[in-house]
């Protein structure tokens, strides 16, 4: 069973529509996370949510805006598309031990191709 | 703010060659460091996880070495493969602003290497 899954896997759509990125995981964890890969590679994270509540916003446009409907889930709602938008998308999940370490464990991504 | 870079950008070997790949970040408040691996069109593997209070990590032929304090790590290839052809991220992560481990991780632009046969 894949821990953490993203759907779709792949997205294409056109400049000014609304679409949502789905990511669920299995793994008991409590802390989600959406991170952007741009056209050169660069990996960078959006948001973060701990047991449903928002703890890391970094500075992306209030189009894009999570929700975290139960644990398990943190979807990824972006509305009027830009061409800008078009990248990999990646979930992730993590869970902190009772020695404080926290490592994440990423999704296979979500290519989104704005047209 | 934290950066991480990674040199090279770009790595071409012939199979059998022992690689050496760099990471450095700029704030040594972190704590801990990850390799990971990125095949094209997938996500991320993790391979090795070294914490801040360790000096490195190995996994068969990957030995991971970090330098906290001089804001360096090391990802030491032995015998490279073709198979091992893959773009290899270097991540730290920081603590929060309340001081937990629920902070972020900062990526370097990644490593592409490839291995001939």
Redesign the interface.
């Known amino acids: 069973d894949t821990a953490v899954s993203q759907t779709p896997k792949y997205l294409v759509t056109q400049m000014g529509n609304d679409k949502s990125i789905k990511c669920e995981q299995n793994l008991g964890h409590d802390?989600m996370y959406w991170?952007k890969q741009d056209s050169?590679?660069?990996?960078?994270?959006m948001f973060?949510y701990?047991n449903k509540e928002l703890?890391?916003n970094e500075t992306v446009p209030n189009r894009f805006s999570p929700k975290s409907p139960d644990k398990a889930h943190l979807n990824l709602h972006i509305n009027s598309l830009e061409l800008g938008d078009s990248a990999v998308y990646?979930c992730a999940s993590s869970q902190?031990r009772g020695d404080?370490?926290?490592?994440?464990?990423?999704?296979?991504?979500t290519?989104l191709s704005v047209l | 703010k934290q950066e991480v870079t990674q040199i090279p950008a770009a790595l071409s070997v012939p199979e059998g060659e022992n690689l050496v790949l760099n990471c450095s970040f700029t704030d040594s408040a972190i704590y801990n460091l990850q390799w990971f691996r990125q095949d094209p069109g997938k996500g991320l593997t993790s391979l090795l996880l070294i914490q801040s209070s360790q000096r490195e990590q190995t996994s068969g032929r990957l030995n991971a070495s970090l330098d906290k304090s001089s804001g360096r790590s090391t990802l030491y290839i032995a015998a490279s493969q073709p198979g091992d052809s893959a773009t290899y991220l270097c991540a730290v992560a920081t603590y929060s602003d309340r001081g937990s481990t629920l902070g972020r991780l900062y990526f370097g632009r990644g490593t592409q290497l490839t291995v001939w046969p």
């Open positions: 802390t991170y050169k590679k660069f990996l960078k994270i973060s701990n703890i890391i990646f902190v404080g370490t926290n490592i994440q464990y990423f999704g296979a991504g290519r």
